[in-house]
C-alpha cells in the first residue's frame, strides 16, 4: 500500500484546499464588522468588501504540516502575480485594495517575508525598504514562473512598488481546515450550552455552504454579509432553548413514492375511510414523515427529557377524545355511512386545522412548526395493535377487516 504522505501524486491537500476557502471565510466573517461581505472566486479565493467600499483580497493556501514561506515559496509571489493584476486594473496607488496571504505554513525566521507578518517591528539597523528586500530576492531567481512575475512588479514605479508591497499582509499559522469548527465553537457559540453546540454548528456550517454553493452557481450575484451570519447563528441557537427544539424537516420528502391509493399504513387507511382527498392523504403522508424523522432526530441529539413524547402524546389524544365525543354525540347506531363519514371528517378537519391554535398542544411552547402536531396525530392514528386516535366513528369495529386487507 503506497504512502499517502509520500506520494507525490497525492492531492489530498490541494483537494482539503478547496473545502478550506469555505470554511475559512465562514470564520473570518464572524471576526469582522457584520457589515462586511464575502465572495469567493472573484478577483482572489476571497473577496472581503467592508461597510466602507474598501475591498480585501485574500489567497488561501491550506499546507502540510511543517511547510514554511521563504524568499522565494511560489505560493507567495502566485499571489503576488494574482494582486499584481488588481492593483494595475484598479488605478495602482489610488486603489483601495488590500492583500492578504492566509497560509496554515509558517514564515522562516530568515525570510524578508516576516516583513508582512503582523505587527512586526522594523529595527533601528534595518533601513531596507520593503521595494529594495522584494527586488533583491526576484534578482536571485532562476525560475521562468517567478521571473515572469518579477516583470510585472517591474513595470511599478518604485513609489508603487512600495504603496503595493505595504498593503499586503502574511498571516502564517492560521488554522487547519479541521481545527475551524472548535474554533468557532468555542469562541462564538458561547450564549449555546456546549452539549448542543456541535449541532448549532451543524447547522450553521450547512446553511452556510448553500450559500456557498448558490453564489458560486450565480444564484446569488451578491455578496454574503457577516450580519446573515450572526442572524443565522442567532436562530439555530434560539432552537436549542429550554422551550424550543430544531424543525429540519421542513419541507423534506421521502426517498419513496408516495401512492395514495395503496398505501397499507393504518394511518392512511384512515384518511380513505372517511373519503379525504388523494391530495390531502398526500398532505397527511407527508405530515407523517417529517414528524416521525423529526421526532427521531431529537432523540438522536438527546434533545428530549425522558418520558418528554409519552406525555406529548397523551396530550394529544385526550383532546382529540374530548373533540371526537361532541362530534359524534349525536350518531345513533343505525347512522347512514354518509353520516358517519361527514362527522369523522369533522374530526379530521379539527385536527388538521384548528389544533395548531391550541398552545397547550405543542410539544414545546415556542414548537409552532404544523408537521409536528399533525404528523404526531397521524402516528397516534397508526398504532397497533389498536390506534389512539381514529376518525371513522365505527372504525375499530372495523378494525379487524381493515387489518385483513391491509395484510
Same mark, same amino acid.
Not at 141 to 158: P, V, Y
Not at 185 to 209: C, P
Not at 265 to 273: A, G, I, P, S, Y
Not at 333 to 351: P, R
Given at each position: 500500500?503506497?504512502?499517502?504522505?509520500?506520494?507525490?501524486?497525492?492531492?489530498?491537500?490541494?483537494?482539503?484546499?478547496?473545502?478550506?476557502?469555505?470554511?475559512?471565510?465562514?470564520?473570518?466573517?464572524?471576526?469582522?464588522?457584520?457589515?462586511?461581505?464575502?465572495?469567493?472566486?472573484?478577483?482572489?479565493?476571497?473577496?472581503?468588501?467592508?461597510?466602507?467600499?474598501?475591498?480585501?483580497?485574500?489567497?488561501?493556501?491550506?499546507?502540510?504540516?511543517?511547510?514554511?514561506?521563504?524568499?522565494?515559496?511560489?505560493?507567495?509571489?502566485?499571489?503576488?502575480?494574482?494582486?499584481?493584476? !488588481? #492593483?494595475?486594473?484598479?488605478?495602482?496607488?489610488?486603489?483601495?485594495?488590500?492583500?492578504?496571504?492566509?497560509?496554515?505554513?509558517?514564515?522562516?525566521?530568515?525570510?524578508?517575508?516576516?516583513?508582512?507578518?503582523?505587527?512586526?517591528?522594523?529595527?533601528?539597523?534595518?533601513?531596507?525598504?520593503?521595494?529594495?528586500?522584494?527586488?533583491?530576492?526576484?534578482?536571485?531567481?532562476?525560475?521562468?514562473?517567478?521571473?515572469?512575475?518579477?516583470?510585472?512588479?517591474?513595470?511599478?514605479?518604485?513609489?508603487?512598488?512600495?504603496?503595493?508591497?505595504? !498593503?499586503?499582509?502574511?498571516?502564517?499559522?492560521?488554522? !487547519?481546515?479541521?481545527?475551524?469548527?472548535?474554533?468557532?465553537?468555542?469562541?462564538?457559540?458561547?450564549?449555546? @450550552?456546549?452539549?448542543?453546540?456541535?449541532?448549532?454548528?451543524?447547522?450553521?456550517?450547512?446553511?452556510?455552504?448553500?450559500?456557498?454553493?448558490?453564489?458560486?452557481?450565480?444564484?446569488?450575484?451578491?455578496?454574503?454579509?457577516?450580519?446573515?451570519?450572526?442572524?443565522?447563528?442567532?436562530?439555530?441557537?434560539?432552537?436549542?432553548?429550554?422551550?424550543?427544539?430544531?424543525?429540519?424537516?421542513?419541507?423534506?420528502?421521502?426517498?419513496?413514492?408516495?401512492?395514495?391509493?395503496?398505501?397499507? @399504513?393504518?394511518?392512511?387507511?384512515?384518511?380513505?375511510?372517511?373519503?379525504?382527498?388523494?391530495?390531502?392523504? @398526500?398532505?397527511?403522508?407527508?405530515?407523517?414523515?417529517?414528524?416521525?424523522?423529526?421526532?427521531?432526530?431529537?432523540?438522536?441529539?438527546?434533545?428530549?427529557?425522558?418520558?418528554?413524547?409519552?406525555? #406529548?402524546?397523551?396530550?394529544?389524544?385526550?383532546?382529540?377524545?374530548?373533540?371526537?365525543?361532541?362530534?359524534?354525540?349525536?350518531?345513533?347506531?343505525?347512522?347512514?355511512?354518509?353520516?358517519?363519514?361527514?362527522?369523522?371528517?369533522?374530526?379530521?378537519?379539527?385536527?388538521?386545522?384548528?389544533?395548531?391554535?391550541?398552545?397547550?398542544?405543542?410539544?414545546?411552547?415556542?414548537?409552532?412548526?404544523?408537521?409536528?402536531? !399533525?404528523?404526531?396525530?397521524?402516528?397516534?392514528?397508526?398504532?397497533? =395493535?389498536? =390506534?389512539?386516535? #381514529?376518525?371513522?366513528?365505527?372504525?375499530?369495529?372495523?378494525?379487524?377487516?381493515?387489518?385483513?386487507?391491509?395484510?
Amino acid at each position: 500500500m503506497k504512502d499517502s504522505t509520500t506520494d507525490k501524486y497525492s492531492a489530498g491537500e490541494q483537494g482539503l484546499g478547496y473545502i478550506y476557502q469555505a470554511r475559512l471565510a465562514l470564520l473570518h466573517l464572524l471576526q469582522l464588522p457584520e457589515e462586511t461581505a464575502v465572495f469567493l472566486e472573484k478577483d482572489d479565493d476571497l473577496d472581503f468588501i467592508d461597510g466602507d467600499g474598501g475591498k480585501s483580497l485574500a489567497s488561501l493556501k491550506h499546507k502540510a504540516v511543517g511547510d514554511h514561506l521563504t524568499d522565494l515559496s511560489t505560493d507567495f509571489w502566485k499571489s503576488v502575480n494574482i494582486w499584481l493584476a !488588481r #492593483y494595475k486594473r484598479d488605478g495602482r496607488a489610488a486603489s483601495n485594495l488590500r492583500f492578504f496571504l492566509f497560509t496554515t505554513g509558517t514564515v522562516s525566521a530568515g525570510s524578508f517575508l516576516t516583513r508582512f507578518l503582523p505587527d512586526q517591528p522594523l529595527s533601528s539597523g534595518d533601513a531596507a525598504t520593503l521595494t529594495e528586500l522584494a527586488n533583491a530576492a526576484l534578482a536571485k531567481s532562476k525560475s521562468q514562473l517567478i521571473g515572469q512575475i518579477a516583470k510585472e512588479f517591474n513595470e511599478l514605479s518604485d513609489p508603487e512598488k512600495q504603496s503595493f508591497l505595504e !498593503r499586503i499582509l502574511i498571516l502564517d499559522g492560521s488554522p !487547519r481546515i479541521g481545527d475551524i469548527p472548535a474554533t468557532i465553537k468555542n469562541k462564538y457559540m458561547r450564549s449555546v @450550552r456546549r452539549d448542543h453546540r456541535e449541532f448549532v454548528f451543524e447547522r450553521l456550517e450547512g446553511w452556510w455552504n448553500d450559500a456557498v454553493i448558490k453564489q458560486l452557481t450565480n444564484a446569488r450575484t451578491e455578496g454574503i454579509f457577516g450580519y446573515e451570519v450572526s442572524d443565522k447563528l442567532s436562530a439555530f441557537a434560539e432552537e436549542y432553548k429550554i422551550d424550543n427544539l430544531p424543525i429540519t424537516f421542513r419541507g423534506k420528502v421521502p426517498a419513496d413514492d408516495i401512492d395514495t391509493e395503496t398505501d397499507p @399504513r393504518l394511518f392512511v387507511v384512515q384518511l380513505r375511510e372517511i373519503g379525504i382527498s388523494s391530495n390531502r392523504i @398526500r398532505s397527511a403522508i407527508l405530515d407523517y414523515y417529517r414528524a416521525f424523522e423529526q421526532r427521531s432526530a431529537w432523540a438522536r441529539e438527546n434533545l428530549l427529557v425522558s418520558g418528554e413524547v409519552e406525555e #406529548y402524546e397523551d396530550r394529544l389524544a385526550d383532546e382529540w377524545n374530548r373533540y371526537k365525543d361532541v362530534a359524534f354525540e349525536k350518531l345513533k347506531e343505525d347512522s347512514a355511512e354518509d353520516a358517519l363519514q361527514e362527522a369523522g371528517a369533522i374530526v379530521y378537519n379539527w385536527a388538521e386545522f384548528e389544533t395548531g391554535k391550541i398552545e397547550s398542544l405543542r410539544i414545546r411552547a415556542r414548537v409552532t412548526e404544523p408537521y409536528v402536531l !399533525r404528523g404526531s396525530l397521524h402516528i397516534l392514528a397508526d398504532t397497533t =395493535p389498536e =390506534p389512539r386516535v #381514529y376518525w371513522h366513528p365505527r372504525f375499530l369495529d372495523r378494525l379487524g377487516k381493515v387489518l385483513g386487507v391491509a395484510k
